[in-house]
Every structure is written in C-alpha cells, then in structure tokens.
C-alpha cells in the first residue's frame, strides 16, 4: 500500500481547515479596537494630571498578548482532557474565592476582588465564569440517560457555592452572570422544562427574600433599579450613566471622530475605560461605528454557536453554549447599561473593556471554543 506524499501547501491547508479564522480574526479586531479606544478615553485625563497619556495604552497592550498566548495555548489543548481535571479547577477556583476575602486580598473601590502581584491584579471572579462552564460540561457529560430533579439540585449547589463568594466581594454582575450561564447550559444539557422553569421561579423568589432581609447593600439594590426610574434615583447613582448617554448622544451618526469628542477628552464619564467603553465608541464613532462593532460581536457569537453545532461531543457542545451565553449577555447588558436601559451591574465589555483579568478571561473563552471546532472538523 502506498500513500500519498503531505505536501507543505497541503498540510497548511489541512491546519486552516481547522482553525475558524473568522473568529480568531473578528476577536483580534475587537481587542485591537479596544486599545485605541482605551487610549482615546485616558491620554486626555492623564495628560492633564502630568502623568504618561499613554499609561493605559501600554497595559492593555501588554494584558492583549497575554490573553493571545492562552488563546493559542488553550487552542492546542484537547478541550476532552479537561474532564479529567474539572474537579481540581473547581476546587481551585473555590480555594482562590476564599483566599481573595481573606487577608491576602486586595481591597480596593469598596470591594475585595483582586490579588496583587507588583504593579498588577488578578481578579479570580474572571476565571471563575470559565470554571463553572467547564464544571457544568463534566457534570451533564457524566449524565448521558438524562439529568432529573437531584441533577438540577446538585448542579445549583456546585453553582451556588462561587456565585455566593462573588457576592461577598461584593461583584454582584459577576454572580449575574454565572447564573445566566447555568440556565443556558442546562437548557442545552436537555434539562426537563418544568425544572427550568421551577429554577427561574426560585431566582425570583431568593432575590425578592435578599432585597427584603438586606443580603444586598443598599447601594446594590439603588444601581439595579435606577434604570427603571432613573428621575427619582439618587444624582450620585446615575452620574455616570447619564454622563456615558450624552456621550453617546453627542456621537450622532457618524461621530465626532477618533481622539474627539468633549466628554471622552475631558473625562466626563468616571472611568470611562472600564464598564463605560462603550460610551467612548459611541461619541468617537456614532452609531455607525457602534453599529459596526454590535456587529463585530454578532459575528463571534455566530461562529461559537456554529462550533457548538460542530462539536462531536455532548461537552463540546456544552463549553460552546457556556462561552456563548457568557459573550452574548455581557455585551447585552454592558451595552444596555451605557444606554440606561440595563441595570448598572459592573459586567466588562468583552475585548474592549480595560482590565488585564478580563482580557485573558475572554480570550481563555476563545481558546476553549478554538480547541473544539479544531477537533470537529476531520
């Protein structure tokens, strides 16, 4: 028997079959998009204060090849091996939640979300969202007769256990959207319709109990229910999302241009270069440019569902619905909340909002959908 020599042409052919270039190269674009519009919303702040207009810059930049390598490293990886040590990243993730409560913490801006590591941070709530996917996977992947009503207790449990420490942080948008992820991977996983409906039911139950006997702070409650009457809220609470829709507003439809715009330069949006980015494009770009980026972001949902019709397995199919569920509803609320018509709850914008965390968070997400539709294409 004779085979036929694997040209070079051939086997690179063979690779890019493999890779979806589309969503390697839509992901690229939108980080790339969000270091220009980090450094757009910050040179201006930064230089008035005498500091380096470029500080910001740099970080991102530095925080995008980080993110670049896990993409690349998670890619290569057999997304199946994971299965194997789903147990000990749980139980890792748990141990970092704790310890990040605990003095070892950083507290900073009212809350006790990061680990400091020299001039950096590592927030464990960023990862702790691919955790809970990869968690969830193995868990339904070890079900194939079907989950039941001890399936939907024990994976609320595993579920509630980093939701309520993220809590405790407090990093409520986080929990928010953990929660979503849940939902979604056990509609995916084939969970019955009655129990996800009775899961719904009980959110809505223990949030009316945590607003009644004060589980959440006050100005907790004020930030998720000032978008539905925003009049009557208190100035200090809706300031920035007022600020982020002038901003927005003054964009009209083709912008005022890159670098312009008076609230982005004079730094009328307080930290406009985390969960208010948005605001940034809307004024720089207007709502072409932020049409085009709402676009940008419907093409990497598209091709994630499309691996997860690919995956030829039960847990591919279920990380790619997990991943999808964390993209879609974080730019859907972060979006909605620049706009005023979402609750404030402090999610990233995914690629774009600063944050060294986030960004590897993200792009971890990219790798693991990466791994699967390398390995559903034959």
């Given at each position: 028997m004779t085979y036929a020599p694997v040209t070079l042409g051939t086997r690179s052919r063979q690779v890019s079959a493999r890779i979806d270039v589309l969503l390697l190269g839509v992901t690229g674009l939108l980080a790339l998009t969000g270091v220009v519009m980090i450094y757009s919303a910050t040179k201006g702040k930064l230089a008035l204060a005498?500091?380096?207009?470029?500080?910001?810059?740099?970080?991102?930049?530095?925080?995008?090849?980080?993110?670049?390598?896990?993409?690349?490293?998670?890619?290569?990886?057999?997304?199946?091996r994971l299965e194997q040590f789903s147990t000990v990243l749980y139980v890792g993730i748990v141990l970092a939640l704790l310890a990040v409560l605990s003095p070892v913490g950083s507290h900073a801006l009212g809350s006790q979300r990061w680990f400091?590591?020299?001039?950096?941070?590592?927030?464990p709530s960023e990862f702790a969202t691919l955790v809970l996917?990869?968690?969830?996977a193995t868990y339904c992947t070890r079900r194939?007769?079907?989950?039941?009503?001890?399936?939907?207790?024990?994976?609320?449990?595993?579920?509630?256990?980093?939701?309520?420490?993220?809590?405790?942080?407090?990093?409520?948008?986080?929990?928010?959207?953990?929660?979503?992820?849940?939902?979604?991977?056990?509609?995916?996983?084939?969970?019955?319709?009655?129990?996800?409906?009775?899961?719904?039911?009980?959110a809505v139950v223990l949030v009316i109990f945590a607003l009644n006997v004060g589980l959440l702070k006050h100005y907790q409650i004020v930030r998720l229910t000032s978008f539905i009457s925003p009049e009557?809220?208190?100035?200090?609470?809706?300031?920035?999302?007022?600020?982020?829709?002038?901003?927005?507003?003054?964009?009209?439809?083709?912008?005022?241009g890159l670098f312009h715009g008076a609230v982005t330069n004079l730094a009328y949006v307080p930290e406009q270069q985390t969960d208010f980015i948005f605001s940034a494009v809307g004024e720089q770009l207007g709502f072409v440019g932020a049409g085009v980026l709402l676009l940008l972001y419907g093409v990497v949902a598209w091709r994630v569902l499309r691996t997860a019709q690919l995956a030829r397995d039960t847990y591919g199919r279920l990380i790619c619905s997990g991943v999808f569920a964390l993209l879609v509803f974080s730019v859907f609320e972060n979006v909605g909340m620049n706009m005023g018509i979402m609750p404030v709850a402090g999610i990233p914008l995914p690629f774009l909002s600063y944050g060294g965390s986030a960004m590897i968070g993200f792009m971890a997400a990219i790798g693991l959908v990466t791994s699967v539709h390398m390995r559903s294409v034959r």
């Open positions: 005498g500091e380096d207009p470029r500080y910001f810059l740099k970080r991102q930049a530095v925080f995008l090849v980080l993110g670049l390598v896990v993409m690349v490293a998670l890619s290569l990886f057999d997304y199946r400091a590591l020299g001039p950096l941070q590592l927030q996917i990869i968690a969830i194939p007769e079907g989950l039941d009503f001890r399936d939907l207790v024990r994976l609320v449990l595993m579920s509630a256990l980093p939701i309520v420490l993220i809590i405790k942080q407090p990093d409520l948008g986080t929990a928010i959207v953990m929660l979503v992820i849940l939902m979604v991977m056990l509609a995916v996983a084939g969970m019955p319709g009655r129990y996800l409906l009775l899961l719904i039911v009980g009557g809220a208190n100035q200090s609470v809706t300031y920035n999302v007022t600020q982020a829709k002038d901003a927005i507003a003054h964009g009209g439809i083709f912008g005022q």
